[in-house]
């Protein structure tokens, strides 16, 4: 495995984004919509920002409503995401999502549970 993104939640992922641009010299890698979504990934060196506007209620509007802006989770990228999730489950970490399911740029995803992670959701990416 190997770090794949931050995921940011923000009001404005196209003002963060070029905010970003000026201060870090970050480009703009990909962007779509995409559940309810607005995500725009920067590249950045080895990984890249994620940054995640709600364009309608769920998740990222609801976390955006009780903790405000800010990382919202982090991403490692993974070969085998199936032998991730049953490695996670030998090590008694609750899985947000039992079983791998599309994510943004047409990657599998699957998340853990922050309680049995340190306190960080991890999203775990197989490209």
Do not use: K, N, Q
């Not at 008694?92 to 049995?116: K, M, N, T, Y």
Request: charged share 30%; glycine share 12%; net charge negative.
């Amino acid at each position: 495995m190997h770090f794949d993104h931050a995921g940011i939640a923000t009001e404005d992922a196209r003002d963060l984004a070029a905010l970003y641009g000026d201060l870090f010299g970050l480009e703009v890698a990909h962007e779509e919509e995409f559940d309810g979504l607005r995500v725009v990934f920067l590249e950045c060196g080895d990984g890249y920002f994620e940054l995640l506007e709600p364009l309608e209620e769920g998740t990222i509007a609801h976390y955006l409503e009780d903790d405000g802006a800010g990382i919202h989770h982090l991403a490692l990228a993974t070969e085998d995401i199936e032998g991730a999730l049953e490695t996670a489950r030998e090590h008694d970490v609750a899985l947000i999502d039992d079983e791998p399911r599309p994510g943004a740029w047409g990657h599998s995803v699957a998340f853990l549970h922050p309680r049995d992670t340190g306190g960080i959701l991890i999203e775990l990416v197989e490209h």
